[in-house]
């Protein structure tokens, strides 16, 4: 069974900082793509970031570009994402999301965390 269950959100100042982390079970990062999408009310998922390890490939939404990092710790299973610098137009609800192979934007993600908040205050 995989799990994938986020942690590190919460309400922060615009221009302050966050940690989202991952704990996975189930997978192996050697074959998903795994990593961070968000949905605000009336929208679908938007990817933030993805990893894809077997090709060596880290996929950022333009609008978070210099601003987000993904990382990975494989030993532990997690996967972050730090978030500086951060604007109200992020407050999002992030979800962790993996899938075998590999991924390109507008491909789906096979396995979902429950979700959690981000709100970015003026």
């Known amino acids: 069974e995989v799990r994938l269950v986020e942690s590190g959100g919460g309400l922060v100042q615009v221009g302050g900082s966050l940690r989202l982390s991952c704990v996975s079970s189930g997978i192996s990062f050697d074959d998903h793509a795994i990593g961070w999408f968000r949905q605000v009310p009336g929208k679908g998922h938007e990817p933030v970031s993805v990893i894809v390890k077997s090709d060596d490939i880290e996929y950022y939404a333009d609008s978070v570009k210099g601003r987000f990092t993904i990382s990975s710790d494989d030993a532990e299973k997690t996967v972050y994402l730090q978030m500086n610098s951060l604007k109200p137009e992020d407050t999002a609800k992030y979800y962790c999301?993996?899938?075998?192979?590999?991924?390109?934007?507008?491909?789906?993600?096979?396995?979902w965390g429950a979700g959690i908040s981000v709100t970015v205050s003026s």
């Open positions: 999301a993996a899938t075998p192979g590999a991924w390109v934007p507008g491909f789906g993600m096979d396995y």
